[in-house]
């Protein structure tokens, strides 16, 4: 298999400042994203081996071409924002924005063995993807306001409007967030809002009948926290949320209805061994986010910061499930000591609940010959618990024009060996785990202005 991305964005900002009260600002930006894959199935023939079972020759070697991927995807866009201090308490900001969306999509699988069945248990299908789409728009404006009540009581409502030409759809977003402070060291604070996102460009173009069954998903959110000044260099925030999702693309081929593309991941490409989605999923999302964060002074800083949450989606059949990043709880402890100018060390440890994934049924994928999930247990199980140690050193040079740094990172430093992926090894016909990166020793320079 071979995987080379090629991803880069420029960009510019002009600010304007007309008066004391009234400035703009002007941003221009184009991405461009290139994505090459390239998977082949090798099929030896003909192997011959000696007493001590080592492979002596190989007469022939069949390289088959089982999925290609060389798709192109860039996104101008150019957006102009306005803030105007009104009054002394009240500030307004709008404006609007267009984006050029563009991609030429060119995927190719076809499956080696298609007699065998693949890990949802129906058989996979060759399909092509081939299509150039021209810059098509996507354009927008918003407005909020942000007034001062009361001296102590802030409260900033607005709401956007969007219209995708590619999907020919139009929605409103509204916001609202207050923030209350009951003395100097503490504020408290509530907000909802409704926020849309475009379904992916591969989405759209898997099927030919996506384009019209896909829309933009949404999600309302609903938070309400505190922020407490523990010290003057000190701060611990606590907030508690929910969010539900609506409109999900949900895979809609016989044999996948419980596949939910929330679940997918940050895999680009096909999807799978089916192409056809509906926007028809949901999900929900509650948790509490806690973090004490500590300024640098007298050369030590630090954060602590805590997660706990419950995140379920559903797909086409209509069963909440775990969603495939809930982790329930991440336990994150950064700090660090600036012995010198000159001379920093810092170290980060992370503590993860396991992430859900799917278990294999053990007698189906045996008597298939192939791995077979159970798909009655949709991420019913967990991986193990992730856990592990960074540490970094940096040593910066000033001069006049600016700043030389060295750096050394020992990534894993105890080498924990945490979990990837769950696979079916069809040679002991048991499911195993394929391993992380372990400790990784890194160094490197950079230079500040």
Known sequence: MCIRDRQYTVGATLRSIWTDNFYTYLIASHSYNRFFTDVNQVDVAGLHVDGKK????????????SYDNTSVEQVSTIKLKTTWNAHKNSMITFGSYSNFNQFDHEINYNPTHPEDLNY???????????????????????LSLKQRLLNRLVVNLGGRYDYNNLLEEGNLSPRLNVVYSVSELLDIHAGTGRYFQDPEF??????????KNLKE???DHYIAGFNYLINPSTQLSVEVYHKKYFDYPVVADSGYSMISMANMGDAYGNNGDYNKLVSEGKGK???????????????????????????????????????????????????????SKAWEFSARWRYAGGRPYTPYDRDVSIASGSGQLDLSRINEKRYKPYHRLDLRMDHRTFYKWGTWIEYLTIDNAYNRDNDLYVYWNKA????????????????GFSLEF
């Open 217 to 219: 998903f949404s999600c």
């Open 202 to 211: 591969i989405w759209i173009t898997s099927d030919p009948s996506n384009k």
């Open 54 to 65: 080592k492979l002596r020759e190989k007469d022939e070697v069949l390289e088959n071409g």
């Open 120 to 142: 949802y248990g129906q058989y996979p299908t060759p399909f092509t993807v081939n299509i150039n789409q021209e810059p098509v728009a996507k354009y927008g404006s918003f």
């Open 285 to 339: 999302a509650s948790g509490i986010d806690l973090m004490i964060h500590k300024k640098l002074t007298d050369k030590f800083y630090g954060l602590l910061s805590f997660s706990y949450s419950e995140i379920k989606h559903s797909a086409l059949d209509g069963n909440y499930r775990p969603g495939a990043f809930d982790n329930k709880y991440v336990l994150n402890i950064i700090g660090g000591y600036r012995l």
């Open 428 to 443: 002991q016909q048991k499911t195993e785990f394929a391993s992380q990166l372990g400790i990784f020793i890194a160094g």
